[in-house]
């Protein structure tokens, strides 16, 4: 590869493992974490309330009316909030993927993206082949064998008891580069996937997987096409190449629902020699033009950014000793995104998305350095997505655009951009850097704002006070100088009350906290 996107199945696969070199005292803690992985998720499958609402209880996923988000059938709007589980269904035992689900329930997440084969065949965690007899499925299921598939419907149901959507990426974009499948092939794959999981409430298609779509083309649209001709209840995208938006190809398909892009990991000015560069030179980490660029495509389609830089990556992927993206850089891409118009949002992390564990080398950074994907679950980034997903569930929903006018003046470049979106009656303004803010208060209706301040980091409220409706600055001041203290102004016409003065922060969207059903 002469790109910078991390490939799973690459040369660092399950086939290539290699045991990392630790000390007595770390593999006795591997061993003794383990085992509070297996206690936790039988103690979790017991207490996981079976009466809480699901997402897909309020009807199928579809796109809005206005073609920028999804929602459900009955209207109620859905914000994808992702994590990057690639090497979920090879690497994960079922305790393992229980607790991983379990934890991704109480961050907030309501999808997992996962590689579906990650090689041809996959094995999985206990030896199994995805395939036994080429892309003839016929007698994949064997009497008395637990077998990749029943481990993968495992964790479909594991993720539908946490209110999880499984973003499927059914065959990763090296494979099919490599002439690993044909057409034939990718029809019958896709019939099998589509009668197997289609009844499956939770599923989300993800055709491609960091490639271009124009590389076998044909294989795309045979797999999107046979999955689609079985199954029309699930909606479907396309997973790019980085610095890429499936809308380049896939605009017209009658198969794609709506785009994603792939922003990538790589830093301003880090163009590592490409030739063929689809974006102009130093706006790497510009995330928040793909919204603009996949929008100027017609039909307009929701979409959102399905690979930013990953927390505790190097920076560029494949340098070990580049500095890592922290949490400040993970939230900084998730609001550019959203607030440029994207319908959500996927955060990945390094140890997570390869499910990185004693037994196995890391695909990125340095063998026996990294930490392993259950350690990385207390990251910061990771728990601090919810934040987002809350504020955006807690105001009226489809009316929202983004809108830079909002910003008066000058508005600055790289980490000192603010970026800004509205509905009628409010605004939000993220701020990266904590530079002066000159926001027109005009742009939503009443005669006076209530305007508090969010912290990106915590989800704290602070209300500011109240302000006549014209041009206001503000100054939010960094308690913590040298360091990162991004965050959201909000104003909202005074006469609304979906914030208190007193709130102290957003109400949690997630399953977390329900009342546990004891008839269960």
Not at 47 to 61: E, F, I, M, V, Y
Not at 411 to 427: E, K, P, S, V
Request: proline share 5%; hydrophobic share 35%.
């Amino acid at each position: 590869q002469d790109d910078d996107e991390e490939d799973p199945q690459g040369p660092n696969a399950d086939a290539h493992r290699k045991v990392n070199q630790r000390s007595k005292n770390n593999i006795k803690e591997d061993i003794a974490m383990k085992k509070i992985i297996s206690i936790f998720a039988l103690l979790c499958c017991l207490s996981l309330t079976a009466g809480a609402q699901k997402p897909w209880d309020n009807g199928r996923l579809q796109v809005s009316a206005n073609h920028r988000y999804l929602q459900f059938a009955n209207g109620q709007p859905f914000f994808w909030l992702g994590d990057t589980g690639w090497l979920l269904p090879e690497r994960l035992d079922r305790s393992e993927a229980q607790y991983y689900l379990q934890a991704c329930r109480r961050a907030g997440y309501n999808v997992v993206q996962v590689q579906t084969m990650n090689g041809v065949p996959s094995y999985n965690i206990y030896g199994q082949p995805s395939l036994i007899d080429g892309w003839n499925f016929s007698d994949i299921d064997r009497k008395g064998v637990y077998g990749y598939w029943d481990h993968l419907d495992y964790i479909v149901r594991t993720a539908e008891q946490n209110g999880i959507y499984i973003a499927m990426v059914p065959i990763w974009g090296t494979l099919v580069k490599e002439g690993k499948i044909d057409v034939a092939g990718a029809k019958a794959y896709g019939r099998f996937l589509g009668n197997r999981y289609k009844n499956s409430p939770n599923i989300v298609w993800m055709i491609g997987g960091d490639i271009q779509g124009d590389i076998r083309p044909e294989i795309w649209e045979a797999l999107a096409t046979s999955i689609r001709s079985v199954d029309d209840r699930h909606v479907m995208t396309y997973h790019p190449r980085g610095r890429y938006t499936s809308a380049k190809w896939w605009s017209k398909a009658s198969w794609i629902d709506f785009h994603t892009f792939q922003s990538g990991h790589r830093k301003y000015g880090q163009r590592m020699g490409n030739a063929d560069y689809p974006i102009p030179d130093s706006t790497e980490e510009d995330n928040w033009m793909y919204v603009d660029s996949t929008w100027a495509y017609r039909p307009l389609k929701p979409v959102l950014d399905s690979e930013p830089s990953y927390e505790d990556i190097p920076k560029g992927l494949h340098e070990p000793n580049e500095a890592r993206w922290q949490a400040h850089d993970v939230r900084r891409y998730a609001y550019w995104s959203v607030f440029a118009g994207s319908c959500g949002h996927t955060y990945g992390h390094n140890a997570i998305m390869q499910m990185l564990k004693p037994g196995y080398a890391t695909g990125y950074g340095t063998d026996g350095a990294e930490k392993y994907w259950y350690q990385a679950l207390n990251d910061p980034g990771y728990n601090q997505m919810k934040h987002l997903k809350n504020l955006m569930l807690a105001l009226p929903y489809f009316d929202r655009v983004p809108d830079q006018s909002v910003i008066t003046g000058k508005n600055g470049t790289r980490y000192n951009r603010l970026i800004a979106t509205r509905g009628n009656d409010y605004l939000l303004v993220y701020n990266y850097n904590s530079v002066p803010m000159k926001v027109d208060l005009r742009k939503i209706s009443g005669n006076r704002k209530n305007v508090w301040w969010m912290d990106a980091a915590t989800g704290e409220l602070t209300f500011i006070g109240e302000f006549d409706s014209k041009p206001t600055t503000f100054n939010q001041q960094n308690p913590y100088p040298g360091q990162v203290c991004d965050g959201v102004l909000i104003a909202v016409d005074a006469t609304k009350n979906y914030i208190a003065k007193d709130q102290k922060a957003i109400a949690d969207r997630s399953m977390t906290g329900r009342k546990r059903d004891f008839n269960e």
